[in-house]
């Protein structure tokens, strides 16, 4: 399944949680809900759009089943191994901050968990057989996340 895709299908998820176990809509009000969501998103979107350019720039395919031609270091890449992964945690997080759900932020960690599991333990180790030494050293230097 696409990483995107996984974070959908979590988010939808929730939402039909939802409407079999409801909850109170998040107790921060609806100017400051839109306000958190639209910030989280749109932050999101900004470090996943870095983090494409800089894999372009690099002249490595952002599709997780392509093959890797470059190690991607610069950018945000500097800062977190993942960056387009917690880009979109980033709009899933605001997406439910804009629309007052709970749901989706009590599933976060288990989605951060099936990201960890089942997608970038898997990229991790191809890159580790891939390029060596140069992504272990780099994995050792870079937080996964944040």
């Avoid at 939402?15 to 100017?31: C, K, T």
């Avoid at 288990?110 to 891939?130: H, T």
Wanted: proline share 8%.
């Amino acid at each position: 399944m696409p990483p995107p895709l996984v974070y959908v299908v979590f988010f939808l998820a929730a939402v039909v949680i939802g409407r079999f176990v409801p909850l109170a809509p998040l107790p921060i009000g609806i100017g400051i809900g839109r306000t958190l969501g639209a910030v989280l998103a749109l932050s999101g979107v900004a470090v996943s759009a870095w983090s494409i350019r800089r894999f372009w720039a690099s002249g490595t395919s952002i599709v997780p089943i392509r093959p890797s031609t470059a190690i991607v270091i610069e950018g945000p890449y500097h800062f977190t191994r993942n960056p387009m992964y917690l880009g979109m945690l980033l709009v899933y997080t605001g997406a439910a901050c804009w629309f007052g759900l709970v749901w989706p932020l009590l599933l976060a960690p288990v989605l951060v968990l099936v990201m960890n599991l089942a997608v970038i333990g898997r990229e991790e180790r191809y890159l580790a057989r891939k390029f060596g030494d140069e992504y272990r050293r780099y994995r050792a230097q870079v937080r996964r996340w944040i």
